[in-house]
């Protein structure tokens, strides 16, 4: 599995919003868990958010509950995770994640690791800052 990710991070106004994709090709992601997450240089990775591949359920960090949705197109096999008012402590490399092995709580696990376990495929990287 591998991802092609749109490179549409830069430079964000604080409280501007902004949408990042990533399509999987090799195979299907209808049956993987997925994720989105971020890291700051010099930082541990961060759990943004994700979805459940057993119920659909989907998971939030505190620092973003409310301001980010992830949401994915099953006909187009993309994930999508809009950003919508955007503060600086936003400002991060944001990374999407697939994972074919993962429960709901194994999702969870991951996203609140702070690094400590990850997923099987990730795409490459895109850099978001947030700045007047």
């Known amino acids: 599995l591998m991802f092609s990710c749109r490179r549409g991070g830069g430079l964000v106004q604080p409280g501007g919003s902004l949408r990042l994709s990533c399509t999987a090709s090799g195979r299907t992601l209808d049956d993987d868990a997925i994720g989105w997450f971020r890291q700051a240089p010099g930082t541990e990775r961060e759990g943004v958010a994700g979805i459940s591949s057993e119920d659909g359920s989907t998971y939030y960090a505190d620092s973003v509950k409310g301001r980010f949705t992830i949401s994915r197109d099953k006909a187009k096999n993309t994930i999508y995770l809009q950003m919508n008012s955007l503060k600086p402590e936003d400002t991060a490399v944001y990374y999407c994640?697939?994972?074919?092995?993962?429960?709901?709580?194994?999702?969870?696990?991951?996203?609140?690791?702070?690094?400590?376990?990850?997923?099987?495929?990730w795409g490459k990287g895109t850099l978001v800052t947030v700045s007047s």
């Open positions: 994640a697939a994972d074919p092995n993962l429960s709901g709580s194994g999702l969870l696990r991951v996203l609140t690791s702070r690094g400590r376990y990850g997923m099987d495929y």
